[in-house]
Every structure is written in structure tokens, then in C-alpha cells.
């Protein structure tokens, strides 16, 4: 099935995404654009599809100017999002150079009312960096950007807080003036805090903070019934200009994988739900913890997986880096072995990075894509997305089309085979195992205060059946998984099904097992349609499931009934002209 994956099919994604909406900022007209643009995409696949709308707690960066006045000179700069606004004729700050910005660069340093000059990097992310100095003292932050003489600034937000805030931590939100500079302004800056010079600098940084309505394409695509779990993969749609490697081909793989999996839809045990996430750069994964806040339930009880999509395609890349659940580890490096075996594999548990806003619920989750070797990254001064992420510079001729070709198959395949497994690829036995080391640790520096001893032996008892499952779930054969697998699948079925009422009552009404024809009543045209239970739904020949939107509206009616569909386009009117059993 990798085979069927189109190369040009994602440039020409990309190309149109990047032509047609630039500049797809959160809550923007240019963002609200392309949400229509996917949700018209992923209903050509003939999935369930919803361009979702919520408020959400945004920031448009407009205008800043920098100014050293000793030694006076002017040097170029971009505004952050979420910082507190300047006046409009600026404010004199004086700079201290604070390193990468974590707790132990303020050791002997009063930043008090100053504003701070940081070195971009993710140790720790710009948020935490800004969050610190707001701690601090500081009353504003200047970024220096990441890579060598590229004369190019970053595009930051610094809300500090994941999602959208809420009344306990709204104040964690920095009251901080923020500004990105190039890494070459930077470095003169630094040399002259270092010599143990006064700098100032006066600084005018302009941007908003307000409640935004932002779009979030959302669609379902059915498998064939047997189970009620599903997979979430989910990339993110909003982005700085231009935007291309962050995130366009992110979103170009997450549509060229939802077109071949709705071609395989009957092959697919478990539903596959695909979400563009809005909210993510300036809002701090604002959509994904909007999705979690209103899908808790649904999650916590069948998805079994996330995939988060992220800068697929950039060129220059060279080994394949993966970032996983503990329990899924070990699957997903066998996968990226099978599809791309010539790869230099880097392989890590995963952390709380974009839009992993499902750790608390206890999702299991997998982010991969092909990335820079060390060598690189260090020599880019920590740029693990390219020295363009985030900048003007992030156009087309920094995707790598074999690249992108690659990690779109890796992760369909990872995708496919999770979705069609009988028996779901876990292995804690190294999440029990790191969960016993933590305890020992705090163990021993505790233990003269409180007893770990329950606590320990109830640890070693779940180490043992951990263990227990997993080696008799390696001693199945594949006959017998699939095997389990179908008794699941007959018990999911028994467990979910009705008894069709066949009453005189119910003759001539529309009902599961009847073929209908209907009229369009905008276009005229007329359609056939059968309906049928979930398992046997395909939309691409006009079996339309009972449970649809479309087959709900029409259960229970007759032959001349007019009826309406709510549809993400609007209400859409059918007139029924034949029903038959």
C-alpha cells in the first residue's frame, strides 16, 4: 500500500496551501481559508467531516524597532506574540545577557525591571525561557536567533501557559515586553554584556491579546466495524509565513494518508479520526487541549494511539529520528527497520513537546519524521528544524521531496498496521521498569521519613504480570492473534446489536437493509443509496451508514418526505422518491 503514496500529489499540496493561504495565522481570514480548504479535502475521501470553531486566547505580533543607544545603533527585529505592548514611542530598558535563559543562568544576576538577551533553543522552549525572566524580575526579553550568519528572525510567542488559560493560570501568562533579533545582532549584544558594558537598548514591541474564533477541520474515517477503538493523527494547520516545512508538508502527508486509508477502509479494524489542529504556534496547543476538554471520555475509552504530524519533507535531513511512548517504542523502530532500512534510526521516549496535550489522559503516542544528525544541530546552535523554522525563509526549496515521500510511508505503514492489529503492539516492561527506578530514588532519599515498602512490592507484583502478558502475547502465533481478534470483533458485534423492527407500523419507512432514491432538491440530480449497519457503511459506493448524519435524517421516513441534513456547507434538502426493502 506504501507503493500507492504520490509524491506530486503532495507538492501540489503544498504548492497551492503555500500560494492561496501564506500567512495562516490563529483566527485569521487567511487560517479560516485554509480550515475550508482541508474540510473539502477530507470530504472528497468520503469521510464524516467538521470544520469545528472555538474561541480561543490569541496574539497578532504587528510592529517593533530596536534601538542600542550605546553604541547607538538601529538593528532589525520582529515582535513577539503575547508580550505586553510597549508604548508606541518605545521604553529604555537596559540588557543583560542571561545565556539559554533557565533558573541557574540568573544565579548571582539581578534582571529586576532590565530586560534579558536569551539564545534560542528548546532547553528551555521560548515560553519557559520568557516565563523565567518574568519570574525574574525582568521586564523584557530579547531573543537571539538560532543558526550561524543567516540574517533571518524567528517568529515567537511567549504565552507560557498550554492551551487556553484559564482562571487558576492566567497568571502565569508573562507580563513581559518580547522582541526576536538575528543571531549576528545578537552576538554583538552579548560581546558587549560580556565585556562588562552598560547596554541599553529602547525598544518598541506592538501586539494584541485577544479571544479569537479559530477552525479546526475534524473528520472520521469508518473502518469496517469490527472494533470500537480508533486512531487520532493530527497535524497542525496554523503557521507563521510562509510556512511550508512548518507546517505544510506536515499537513500535505496528513491528507495523501487519509486518501489511501479511505481507499482501504474495509481493511481497517479501527476507525481513524483526522485533525488539523489550530491554535498551536501562537496559542500554545489551544486546539489539541480544546479537543482532549471536549473528547475526554471518547479518548480515555478507545483511542489506542496518536500520531502527531510535524515538519515532514526537510531537506538536508539524513536519519530517521523518532519520538514515542515507551509502550510503543519498540513498534515504531520496527517499522521505520522494514520501510527504511538504509536509515541511521534515532529512537526516544517522548516528551511533552507540540501539541502533545494527551499525557494526562493516557493516550499512548508516536511523532517521527526524517531530522538533522547531531553534527548538524550543534552547528546550528540547537536549529532541530532548520535555521529558516519559523522565519520568511521557510519557502518551498526547503522541502526535500524524497524526504517527504519517505515519512509519509514510514507513518502510513505505522499507521495501517495499527489500525489492522488483532493484538495492539504494547510492551510496558520498560515503563514498570522506569516507574520502580523512580520510586528506589525517591526511596532512598525518603525512606528515613516514610515506608515505600507496599508501595515497592505492589510495583515488583505489576513488574511480574507486565511481563507475564508480554511474553505470552510473543508466544501467539499470528493464527491465534487473529483468532482473539476475531472473537473481539463478534463480541463487539453482538454487544452493539438491534433487533430491526419489521412491524406493519414500520412498512413503506425508510430503515437499516432498505435501497432509497433521492432527489437532490438544489441540483436535481438523483441518487441510489443503501442503508446499512456501521460495518458494512462505504460511502465511495453509496452504502451510507444508519449512524451518519445522512442515514439518522432519513430513518423513519417515506416515499414524497422531504428531508434535511446538516451539512458543514450548510443544510442540504433530499426528496425521497423509492424505498425498498
Request: hydrophobic share 35%; proline share 3%; with cysteine.
Amino acid at each position: 500500500m506504501i507503493e500507492e503514496v504520490s509524491r506530486n500529489e503532495m507538492l501540489s499540496t503544498i504548492h497551492y496551501m503555500t500560494e492561496h493561504f501564506p500567512y495562516r495565522l490563529a483566527g485569521s481570514p487567511c487560517e479560516a481559508a485554509a480550515s475550508r480548504y482541508v474540510t473539502e479535502r477530507l470530504k472528497q475521501y468520503g469521510l464524516e467531516v467538521e470544520n469545528k470553531e472555538f474561541y480561543t486566547y490569541n496574539s497578532d505580533p504587528m510592529y517593533s524597532k530596536v534601538t542600542v543607544l550605546e553604541p547607538e545603533m538601529e538593528i532589525d527585529s520582529l515582535p513577539c506574540a503575547h508580550i505586553r505592548a510597549t508604548k508606541p514611542e518605545g521604553e529604555i530598558f537596559e540588557l543583560i545577557y542571561v545565556g539559554n535563559g533557565d533558573y541557574a543562568a540568573y544565579k548571582d544576576i539581578d534582571v529586576t525591571g532590565k530586560m534579558v538577551l536569551v539564545e534560542v533553543s528548546y532547553a528551555p522552549p521560548v515560553p519557559e525561557k520568557a516565563r523565567i525572566a518574568y519570574e525574574m524580575g525582568a521586564a523584557g526579553i530579547m531573543c537571539m536567533n538560532w543558526g550561524n550568519d543567516e540574517e533571518v528572525i524567528c517568529r515567537r510567542g511567549l504565552k507560557g501557559v498550554w492551551g487556553n488559560p484559564t482562571e487558576a493560570n492566567f497568571h502565569c501568562i508573562p507580563e513581559i515586553v518580547g522582541v526576536g533579533v538575528t543571531r549576528g545582532a545578537g552576538l554583538k549584544l552579548k560581546q558587549l554584556c560580556l565585556e562588562g558594558r552598560k547596554v541599553e537598548v529602547k525598544v518598541t514591541a506592538i501586539a494584541d491579546r485577544t479571544w479569537s474564533i479559530v477552525h479546526q477541520p475534524t473528520a472520521i474515517l469508518h473502518g469496517n466495524g469490527s472494533s470500537d477503538e480508533f486512531l487520532l493523527v493530527c497535524s497542525h494547520l496554523d503557521a507563521w509565513k510562509p510556512g511550508v516545512t512548518c507546517n505544510a508538508t506536515g499537513n500535505a502527508t496528513t491528507l495523501e494518508i487519509c486518501r489511501i486509508l479511505s481507499k482501504h477502509r474495509q481493511e481497517l479494524d479501527r476507525d481513524v479520526y483526522f485533525v488539523f489542529w489550530d491554535g498551536h504556534e501562537v496559542a500554545e496547543a489551544a486546539g489539541s487541549t480544546w479537543f482532549v476538554d471536549n473528547n475526554w471520555d471518547n479518548l480515555n475509552k478507545h483511542c489506542v494511539c496518536y500520531m502527531h504530524i510535524d515538519s515532514t519533507g526537510v531537506k538536508e535531513t539524513e536519519l530517521y529520528e523518532i519520538k514515542a511512548s515507551e509502550e510503543l517504542l519498540g513498534f515504531a523502530k520496527k517499522n521505520i527497520n522494514d520501510v527504511l532500512p538504509e536509515l541511521e534510526l534515532r529512537a526516544m521516549a517522548l516528551k511533552k513537546i507540540g501539541d502533545q496535550s494527551f499525557m494526562g489522559i493516557g493516550v499512548s503516542s508516536i511523532t517521527q519524521r526524517k531530522s538533522f544528525t547531531k553534527e548538524y544541530m550543534e552547528h546550528a546552535h540547537g536549529a532541530t528544524l532548520g535555521w529558516w523554522n519559523h522565519t520568511i525563509e521557510d519557502g518551498e526549496d526547503k522541502c526535500d521531496p524524497v524526504a517527504l515521500e519517505e515519512d509519509t510511508r514510514a507513518t502510513l505503514k505505522v499507521l495501517y498496521d495499527l489500525a489492522t492489529a488483532k493484538l495492539l503492539p504494547y510492551d510496558f516492561s520498560d515503563k514498570i521498569s522506569v516507574f520502580r527506578a523512580n520510586v528506589q530514588k525517591v526511596a532512598d532519599k525518603f525512606g528515613d521519613h516514610m515506608d515505600f515498602t507496599d508501595l515497592q512490592d505492589n510495583l515488583k507484583t505489576v513488574e511480574h504480570q507486565v511481563n507475564e502478558i508480554q511474553a505470552m502475547k510473543e508466544g501467539l502465533s499470528n493464527e491465534q492473534a487473529k483468532l482473539y481478534g476475531r472473537i473481539a470483533e463478534v463480541e463487539n458485534i453482538l454487544a452493539h446489536a438491534v433487533i430491526i423492527d419489521e412491524t406493519e407500523d414500520s412498512e413503506g419507512k425508510i430503515g437499516l437493509g432498505c435501497t432509497i432514491k433521492v432527489e437532490d432538491m438544489e441540483t436535481g440530480d438523483e441518487e441510489l443509496y443503501a442503508i446499512v449497519g456501521s460495518q458494512e457503511a462505504n460511502p465511495m459506493e453509496c452504502r451510507i451508514s444508519d449512524d451518519s448524519p445522512f442515514g439518522k435524517a432519513l430513518l423513519g421516513h417515506k416515499v414524497g418526505d422531504i428531508v434535511e441534513v446538516e451539512a458543514p456547507i450548510g443544510v442540504l434538502k433530499y426528496k425521497i422518491l423509492t424505498v425498498e426493502k
